[in-house]
């Protein structure tokens, strides 16, 4: 996805690297005027919808056929579902073409600097930037289990990253993402995007722009299209998230429980990719963490959202709010696009492990901030895994 939308004007503005913000949305400057890609001609002949979730968009209100005709594009308020039991997303094979992920945006959060509370919570110096470094091809060769998640909302087609994560109730077969909340759900202004999708280790072989115009689907996503079954946020996010200013952002992480686009070959995600991170909900404190790399697909400029890119840094601390839990932040130069990244460093048993995602970023592209993992988000770990520990 593009980079966090929309972001702010003043340079000391900080923007969220979620949707809206960092999630892949359009612009300022085309959100609104610039529909979502139309999907296949024949989508009735395309969409799959599982029994499960044919009752609940029953149970909702909402046609079956008419989705299947294109209803999904329909974000009336009362259509737009909201509440954490109510995910749905029947896969619609073919609908991330090429051309779609390709020009899918970012979405952004922006935070003005009074947002930032420096006496109430823990908040450290801002880091000096470091210049995002880009990860050599193939991808799969040297970050693996990163990648992109595309989704739908209204303004048009959108893009977080994400990162392939262990799952203890399958271990070696785990088919869990892990990503921001504002890749997979609006917040407080809004209910669950649609279409949610993720592509491991996207444009792999590193390709220019110009020559991804013209790429197979195979090139531009060589380990699949995975869709969405299940996903999990924080209660928090969904309170309190919002496109503007930093509420939510310390519960901003989401869970995703994935499935392959063109049926079961027998292997998981995991196997598929051959690898996932231990996620660590009790990372070590800051002064104890000599560095930490996040990695994202950053779509904002000078970035177009086609290639990986990484920054690693020793972390600090910054305070949203002082009853809220302090976030991790590094100094780095990715833009929205990036939101939802992983953010590995060394884990209590000295092995890497995943220990936060991008949230939020500043307008002017120095640092990025991702919250720190702990009980409200094992608890939405566990959940996920446990619903699909008997398949």
């Known amino acids: 996805m593009r980079s966090i939308r929309p972001l702010l004007m003043a340079a000391s503005a900080v923007a969220a ?17 610039k529909p979502s890609a139309p999907v296949n001609e024949n989508p009735v002949d395309k969409i799959k919808i599982p029994e499960d979730l044919k009752q609940r968009l029953k149970d909702h209100g909402i046609d079956i056929d008419k989705w299947r005709q294109g209803e999904w594009r329909n974000w009336d308020k009362d259509k ?16 991330w073409d090429p051309d779609r992920m390709r020009d899918a945006e970012r979405p952004e959060r922006p935070v003005e600097e009074e947002d930032i509370s420096g006496d109430e919570g823990v908040t450290d110096p801002t880091p000096d930037p470091v210049k995002a470094k880009p990860v050599q091809a193939k991808y799969h060769d040297n970050s693996p289990a990163s990648g992109k998640v595309f989704f739908d909302g209204p303004d048009g087609s959108m893009v977080c990253s994400a990162t392939v994560v262990k799952d203890p109730a399958h271990p070696g077969k785990s088919n869990l993402v892990w990503t921001a909340g504002h890749c997979v759900h609006k917040g407080k202004e809004g209910g669950w995007y649609r279409n949610i999708a993720f592509v491991p280790s996207y444009n792999d072989a590193a390709m220019e722009t110009s020559a991804l115009e013209k790429a197979s689907r195979e090139q531009i996503a060589p380990y699949g299209v995975w869709w969405a079954d299940w996903v999990k946020t924080s209660d928090e996010w969904i309170a309190q998230g919002a496109s503007t200013g930093g509420a939510g952002a310390p519960y901003d992480f989401a869970v995703i429980q994935v499935t392959p686009e063109k049926g079961a070959s027998g292997k998981s995600l995991e196997e598929t990719v051959g690898t996932a991170l231990p996620v660590e909900f009790n990372a070590p404190a800051v002064p104890k963490i000599a560095s930490m790399t996040a990695t994202g697909y950053p779509a904002a400029p000078p970035f177009d959202g086609q290639k990986m890119f990484q920054c690693a840094d020793k972390p600090g601390r910054l305070s949203l709010k002082a009853e809220q839990p302090t976030m991790y932040r590094i100094g780095c130069t990715m833009t929205a696009g990036s939101s939802g990244g992983g953010w590995v460093a060394q884990g209590q048993d000295g092995q890497p492990a995943l220990v936060s995602n991008t949230s939020i970023g500043p307008s002017t592209a120095g640092w990025l901030a991702g919250p720190r993992l702990g009980p409200e988000a094992k608890a939405i770990f566990d959940e996920v895994s446990k619903k699909y520990a008997g398949q």
């Open 80 to 95: 737009w579902l909201r509440e954490a039991k109510d995910f749905v997303n029947p896969i619609i094979e073919d609908l």
């Open 17 to 33: 690297l979620t949707l809206t913000t960092t999630a892949c949305g359009p612009t300022e400057e085309n959100a609104g005027d």
